[in-house]
């Protein structure tokens, strides 16, 4: 068996989501900006830390916010041997814990910096340090540690943040970064592999005369699986295209305007995307009979095929293509 | 089940698992499961009313991977069909629901994920409160083992119990070809292996799982017509917990508690149990809360613990209780399906054969 095609692929959004915090939230995230812990008392009395803007039973709004610790309570913890860079924000090992600050019926998530596990205890008693600079942002506390006994919380440093709002927190970007090895599958590898000897091969089912290109090893109508491989033309008519005026924003984006079409190679029955060039936009059309125009180095890669130009043939007949248009 | 309701049975299950597939794509994982099914129920393709997935599009990172998935199902002329970002367990609720409405009368159900290709623990940790929670990046192992700490502080029970969970389900694995991590060791030996995540160790977690399932439901006329031992569908429920983890009492699992009040549990003796713990502790607190008696078998396939395709773990259960009722090694038997961290929702579905 040839080694498998995987394709390293990170899933992001450049800058981070832009988040609406709504009140509650946005109460709590204001309330770390400026050093101090909120909560909100629930319909039964109990408060809620972090604060909701219902109540998780009756569903009430709440609105009535109280002060809960500084110091508060380890109800529950895990030990992290190895911080995961660019992901947790304290780079030398630590806790995640479930803290309940003094004066909160609830305990909240986060983390708890004590050096060591050793020094971690259900019952131990911890009190926030916060960030000199903060932002009205979950990790303006930036850990709870142990407190002695005996001892009191520090008050929260001044925020050295210059740029810190004095106003309620009503939004927050949090950067989300996911990586991933994808695998392309047997029926794209074969695909693919074929697209660097500069063939094109679809795939069919038993049964059937209908050849998908590309494959994904299944007939989509009947979910039967396509084992048989079939060799296609590298020559095909536009059944469908679409003029672009709007600049790609990739550095590979063709100048505007450029055309995209559906292109039904000889052989196969599904229409195949790809580009048309070496001919005018406005003159690009439906029968239009185009061929494959390869890189010059072609790899496993549907950049194989720079675009599609035209053959010069004669248009096909609208009957030929009518049931791909 | 009375009250009106359509007798709906399970009649066809294919599973598929590995550790880490880097041959097949989604797709491809699961034609082999929907042909199975199919030809457990010894139905075709076509005769089938209702098509529903469940799936996770961040476990590979690709938006909407469910519309290609359904190329495995086949989907022409137009089907009637659903998708749930849920556990497929829960598209067999859905199904369900769309057999009592009378609009349909049979369904195909399957769920998919490739678990190896991202870092599935960091991903569902994204499940957590994305304003104050998800920013620290507390993975799903993180999680689950808060729920263990505060589990163990709050009742009687010690590592070694979960050790003991560990072993069983290790060694129920052993004889279920579909399980992708099992051995033969005594809880003993696994206490002495190191915690990795305080408190838990490497044989409290599920192992990283690729796979798939598919299931085929069908009223009790198509059922009686094609299955000799039909595993009827007595009752099903499931239930939310909030969402904050510090709103809930970990110890214990409140949602679970009223989908199997829901669902009918104590209504019988219930004789094999499969339980979505993907922790060791988990089964503890699922246990407690479905209420089962000493006397049940829980999880003889080895459970999650044994293999964990995530996004069909749960209909798995499902599938494997009905297998056991289909073959008469059982009567009656509970599946449970859990999703969102520490056990956020689970869902319980009672299995029945005709006396």
């Not at chain 1, 309330?31 to 830390?49: C, E, N, P, Q, Y």
């Not at chain 1, 060799?231 to 536009?238: D, H, L, R, S």
């Not at chain 2, 214990?252 to 104590?266: D, H, I, M, R, W």
């Not at chain 2, 009567?331 to 956020?344: M, T, Y």
Request: aromatic fraction near 6%; proline fraction near 7%.
């Amino acid at each position: 068996m040839t080694s498998p095609l995987m394709q390293h692929h990170v899933l992001e959004y450049p800058g981070g989501y832009t988040r609406s915090v709504g009140p509650a939230v946005g109460r709590y995230l204001s309330g770390l900006r400026d050093g101090h812990i909120v909560g909100v008392r629930g319909s039964d009395g109990r408060v809620l830390v972090p604060p909701t803007g219902y109540d998780p039973v009756t569903a009430a709004t709440l609105e009535e916010y109280v002060p809960v610790g500084p110091a508060g309570t380890v109800v529950a913890f895990t030990w992290v041997n190895h911080p995961r860079a660019g992901k947790h924000h304290l780079t030398h090992p630590f806790a995640f814990a479930l803290v309940r600050p003094d004066g909160s019926d609830t305990a909240m998530l986060h983390v708890v910096d004590a050096g060591s596990p050793d020094a971690m205890s259900i019952g131990m008693r911890v009190a926030p340090r916060w960030a000199s600079s903060r932002r009205g942002y979950v990790t303006d506390l930036e850990a709870w540690v142990p407190l002695a006994a005996g001892e009191t919380p520090e008050p929260a440093p001044p925020n050295t943040n210059e740029e810190a709002s004095t106003e309620p927190v009503t939004g927050i970007v949090t950067p989300i970064s996911l990586e991933y090895d994808i695998n392309a599958g047997v029926a794209a590898s074969k695909y693919l592999r074929a697209l660097s000897e500069k063939r094109i091969v679809g795939q069919r089912a038993k049964g059937s005369d209908d050849v998908y290109v590309p494959p994904r090893g299944t007939d989509p109508t009947t979910g039967a699986p396509t084992e048989i491989e079939v060799e296609v033309g590298q020559v095909g008519t536009v059944t469908t295209y679409c003029v672009v005026n709007i600049p790609g924003l990739s550095e590979n984006s063709p100048e505007i305007p450029y055309v995209c079409a559906q292109i039904l190679l000889d052989g196969a029955h599904t229409a195949w995307f790809g580009l048309v060039q070496g001919l005018p936009a406005d003159e690009v059309r439906m029968g239009v009979r185009v061929r494959a125009v390869w890189a010059d180095h072609p790899g496993p890669d549907a950049r194989s095929i720079k675009w599609f130009e035209p053959t010069g043939e004669p248009d096909a007949p609208y009957d030929d293509y009518k049931a791909y248009a | 089940m009375g009250n009106g309701m359509r007798e709906v049975a399970v009649i066809g299950f294919a599973q598929l698992t590995a550790l880490e597939d880097r041959e097949h794509n989604e797709v491809e994982l699961i034609i082999p499961v929907v042909q199975g099914a199919l030809a457990d129920a010894g139905m075709d393709r076509h005769e089938i009313d209702f098509t529903i997935s469940g799936s996770c599009d961040y476990l590979s990172g690709g938006p909407f991977t469910f519309v290609s998935g359904l190329d495995a199902a086949g989907a022409w002329p137009p089907v009637k069909e659903s998708h749930v970002e849920m556990d497929a367990a829960w598209a067999l609720y859905e199904a369900w629901v769309a057999i009592q409405t009378g609009d349909v009368d049979s369904a195909l159900i399957y769920g998919f994920g490739k678990s190896s290709l991202g870092d599935l623990h960091e991903i569902m940790g994204l499940q957590a409160d994305p304003y104050v929670v998800a920013p620290l990046w507390p993975s799903m192992v993180d999680m689950a083992a808060l729920q263990a700490s505060a589990f163990l502080a709050a009742t009687d029970y010690t590592e070694s119990d979960l050790c003991a969970i560990a072993a069983r389900s290790r060694r129920a694995a052993v004889d279920n070809p579909y399980a992708v991590r099992s051995e033969d060791a005594t809880a003993q030996e696994l206490l002495a292996r190191p915690v990795t995540h305080t408190p838990l160790r490497d044989s409290d977690i599920a192992p990283i799982t690729d796979g798939s399932a598919a299931i085929i439901i069908a009223t009790r006329e198509i059922a009686d017509a094609r299955c000799e031992r039909p595993a009827y569908i007595r009752g099903i429920d499931h239930r939310v917990d909030a969402q904050g983890l510090g709103l809930r009492d970990l110890a214990t699992s409140a949602s679970t508690k009223l989908a199997a009040q829901g669902a009918g549990v104590s209504k019988g003796p219930v004789d094999v149990a499969e339980i979505h713990a993907q922790f060791s502790h988990e089964e503890l607190i699922l246990r407690e809360a479905l209420g089962l008696e000493d006397t049940t078998v829980v999880n003889p396939s080895g459970g999650p613990l044994g293999a964990n395709p995530v996004m069909t773990t749960g209909l798995i259960r499902i599938g494997e209780v009905a297998a056991r009722i289909r073959s008469g090694s059982a009567n009656r038997g509970v599946a449970h399906a859990s999703q969102g961290p520490c056990l956020q929702q689970n869902l319980v579905c009672v299995l029945e054969g005709d006396q």
